[in-house]
């Protein structure tokens, strides 16, 4: 199965990791590494891991070491998309 990162994945790993090196650099990286271990081995091998997600055809797993995060996903032929990443905290899905 192929993964796939939206642009708004990739920058919301950018965002955080900007977020967090502010205050500990080697956190942010930490932080970061972890979430995309999450994605290539747990998520991967079990992609149906996740809850239903808020918004409909996804799936969404809290981050097993980082808690305040989110992975936003969703399935789709033999392919793995990574929707967004986000904290907690923020509101999902946006108002439109």
């Known amino acids: 199965m192929q993964i796939l990162w939206t642009d708004l994945a990739a920058k919301d790993l950018q965002h955080i990791e900007n977020y967090i090196k502010q ?3 080697l956190a ?8 995309i271990d999450t994605v290539e081995t747990l998520i991967l091998n079990n992609t149906y891991i996740g809850k239903s997600g808020r918004v409909y055809g996804t ?13 936003i996903y969703r399935v789709h032929d033999n392919k793995l998309e990574v929707i967004r ?5 923020r509101k999902w899905p946006p108002d439109n």
Do not use: K
Request: hydrophobic share 50%; charged share 15%; net charge negative.
């Open 23 to 25: 205050d500990n650099p």
């Open 28 to 35: 942010a990286i930490d932080v970061v590494l972890s979430i």
């Open 59 to 71: 799936r969404e797993f809290i981050v097993p070491d980082y808690q305040s995060y989110i992975i």
């Open 85 to 89: 990443i986000l904290h907690g905290a």
